[in-house]
């Protein structure tokens, strides 16, 4: 059985940085793509990066520079770095899975069928 363990998150001053951690384990095959994704109280989830298995990196237009995401395969371990952290960043976040061949690691919440039960990051003024 497929799981996925998110870490990393914690409370932090305003232009702070953090580094989340998701675990993925359980699979028999690598999954094709993996991604993070946020949701603030009363807002919608949004996507925040995406990566290939072959560590292909896709970011929406407003987080690319300041989020990283990559992996390490020895740990089965997909990394967010996040710097300059603002209080709008503050939010339950997310990894999600995907392993069908050929999906895209763009990411949105339809093509990952895989989540962990998110880390909570919460940024102060």
């Not at 363990?5 to 028999?28: I, K, N, P, W």
């Not at 946020?38 to 237009?61: C, F, H, L, M, N």
Request: aromatic share 14%; with cysteine.
């Amino acid at each position: 059985q497929v799981q996925l363990m998110e870490s990393g998150g914690d409370s932090v001053q305003a232009g702070g940085s953090l580094r989340l951690s998701c675990v993925v384990s359980g699979y028999t095959s690598k999954w094709h793509a993996m991604a993070w994704f946020r949701q603030a109280p009363g807002k919608q989830r949004e996507g925040i990066a995406g990566i290939s298995s072959d560590d292909g990196t896709v970011y929406p237009g407003a987080f690319e520079g300041r989020f990283t995401i990559w992996q390490d395969s020895v740990k089965d371990t997909v990394y967010l770095e996040m710097n300059h952290l603002t209080p709008d960043d503050t939010a339950t976040y997310y990894c999600a899975a995907g392993f069908r061949p050929g999906e895209s690691y763009y990411p949105k919440p339809q093509y990952f069928g895989y989540w962990g039960h998110g880390t909570q990051v919460t940024v102060s003024p």
